[in-house]
């Protein structure tokens, strides 16, 4: 493999960083899509004598790790973290796992960093292990809690896009937003860039149904967005028709230390029950491999009325809504093979150009751009 001088400086100064006995545990590469981070972290790994474990928050963006040949990618949570069940009660509690394989690797490779939030961080820094950190600063800001490596500054910050990636439609993309450049209307590989108005009802639900995600901009957007597919696929509640049935998507809202849950997860409504003031909703992880879990929402959550609850009323309890449609800001850390754009990035000004760079980098496969 040859390296621009860019990326051989990279590689020298990680390893640099690894064989220091006085080094800080944390390295920072950063760079934009397409500037090779994952195939320097994979030659960085191979001459690191011991363990080196992959790691990102969720589990999709631990799938694309995986296809890129960095075998046994997974969710941080996973690796750092294991079940007691509560034999009185049989709710499962999530504690550090002192016996995690991270205590014994050499090193630690976190992709996807901008969704690692402090708490999540300070129990990965707790094992001692050095970690190098991949982040991206040309996304969108995370939000507020989160970010904890990607606030800081980059040791190394790589900016040349490698010849090979120019030729991927996705990041050839990605490259024309960072520059100001608008997207052309049109093919570009198997990925599209269209205006609404060229499609018909019939073509769009057609490409809607067909994605793995749909992103948007606007809350308003999303709800409208999540009706609508619901209603192409048929679902409703049994008590009322927005109440959350089996089959559904949801998205958790907010972070729940205890239950281990994170903003922004995926999930899969499996039995949902009416408890009158509150839904309890057995849900399964899409992002990955672990026990369902049992958990109690206010309805409003799926109506757009959340607003209305008293915080107080809150403790105890968790936060989902649906997850067919979700914000760009909910989808960092992730990606999925085929996503489909609702393109609202006029709505963010200063942040247009991170939003739909953020967006379009989402996609690992295929895009589909609607202007």
């Given at each position: 493999?040859?390296?621009?001088?860019?990326?051989?400086?990279?590689?020298?100064?990680?390893?640099?960083?690894?064989?220091?006995?006085?080094?800080?545990?944390?390295?920072?590469?950063?760079?934009?899509?397409?500037?090779?981070?994952?195939?320097?972290?994979k030659?960085?790994?191979?001459?690191?004598?011991?363990?080196?474990?992959?790691?990102?928050?969720?589990?999709?963006?631990?799938?694309?790790?995986?296809?890129?040949?960095c075998?046994?990618?997974?969710?941080?949570?996973?690796?750092?973290?294991?079940?007691?069940?509560?034999?009185?009660?049989?709710?499962?509690?999530?504690?550090?796992?002192?016996?995690?394989?991270?205590?014994?690797?050499?090193?630690?490779?976190?992709?996807?960093?901008?969704?690692?939030?402090?708490?999540?961080?300070?129990?990965?820094?707790?094992?001692?292990?050095?970690?190098?950190?991949?982040?991206?600063?040309?996304?969108?800001?995370?939000?507020?809690?989160?970010?904890?490596?990607?606030?800081?500054?980059?040791?190394?910050?790589l900016?040349e896009?490698?010849?090979?990636?120019?030729?991927?439609?996705?990041?050839?993309?990605?490259?024309?937003?960072?520059?100001?450049?608008?997207?052309?209307?049109?093919?570009?590989?198997?990925?599209?860039?269209?205006?609404?108005?060229?499609?018909?009802?019939?073509r769009?639900?057609?490409?809607?149904?067909?994605?793995?995600?749909?992103?948007?901009?606007?809350?308003?957007?999303?709800?409208?967005?999540?009706?609508?597919?619901?209603?192409?696929?048929?679902?409703?509640?049994?008590?009322?028709?927005?109440?959350?049935?089996?089959?559904?998507?949801?998205?958790c809202?907010?972070?729940?230390?205890?239950?281990?849950?994170?903003?922004?997860?995926?999930?899969?409504?499996?039995?949902?029950?009416?408890?009158?003031?509150?839904?309890?909703?057995?849900?399964?992880?899409?992002?990955?491999?672990?026990?369902?879990?049992?958990?109690?929402?206010?309805?409003?959550?799926?109506?757009?009325?959340?607003?209305t609850?008293?915080?107080?009323?809150?403790?105890?309890?968790?936060?989902?809504?649906?997850?067919?449609?979700?914000?760009?800001?909910?989808?960092?850390?992730?990606?999925?093979?085929?996503?489909?754009?609702?393109?609202?990035?006029?709505?963010?000004?200063?942040?247009?150009?991170?939003?739909?760079?953020?967006?379009?980098?989402?996609?690992?496969?295929?895009?589909?751009?609607?202007?």
């Amino acid at each position: 493999m040859s390296w621009s001088p860019q990326q051989d400086a990279a590689i020298r100064a990680v390893r640099g960083w690894i064989t220091d006995p006085k080094g800080a545990q944390v390295f920072r590469l950063f760079g934009y899509a397409g500037t090779g981070k994952t195939t320097l972290a994979k030659e960085i790994a191979e001459k690191v004598k011991g363990k080196v474990l992959y790691a990102t928050f969720t589990g999709k963006a631990a799938l694309v790790l995986r296809k890129k040949g960095c075998d046994g990618a997974s969710t941080i949570h996973s690796l750092i973290y294991r079940t007691e069940i509560d034999p009185e009660t049989g709710i499962a509690e999530f504690k550090l796992n002192d016996e995690s394989d991270l205590a014994e690797a050499a090193l630690l490779i976190v992709d996807e960093v901008s969704m690692v939030g402090e708490d999540l961080a300070r129990d990965l820094l707790g094992f001692g292990t050095r970690i190098l950190v991949l982040g991206d600063p040309a996304q969108l800001p995370p939000v507020k809690g989160e970010g904890y490596f990607i606030n800081g500054e980059p040791d190394v910050m790589l900016t040349e896009v490698h010849r090979q990636a120019q030729d991927n439609p996705i990041i050839r993309m990605s490259m024309d937003i960072r520059q100001g450049k608008e997207l052309q209307v049109g093919t570009h590989g198997n990925s599209l860039v269209t205006p609404s108005r060229s499609l018909g009802r019939d073509r769009l639900g057609e490409l809607v149904l067909g994605a793995d995600q749909l992103l948007c901009g606007l809350n308003r957007t999303r709800v409208s967005y999540n009706q609508r597919i619901r209603a192409m696929k048929g679902l409703q509640g049994s008590s009322q028709p927005w109440h959350p049935t089996k089959g559904d998507r949801l998205i958790c809202l907010r972070n729940d230390k205890d239950k281990h849950l994170f903003n922004g997860g995926l999930w899969d409504a499996q039995r949902i029950e009416d408890l009158g003031d509150k839904l309890a909703i057995n849900v399964n992880s899409l992002d990955e491999e672990r026990d369902p879990l049992r958990v109690e929402v206010f309805p409003h959550f799926f109506n757009g009325t959340e607003q209305t609850i008293p915080w107080q009323e809150k403790r105890g309890t968790q936060e989902f809504t649906f997850g067919w449609a979700i914000t760009c800001h909910k989808s960092q850390g992730s990606q999925w093979d085929n996503v489909i754009i609702f393109d609202e990035s006029g709505a963010f000004r200063d942040a247009k150009r991170n939003w739909l760079y953020t967006a379009v980098t989402r996609a690992a496969e295929q895009v589909t751009v609607i202007v």
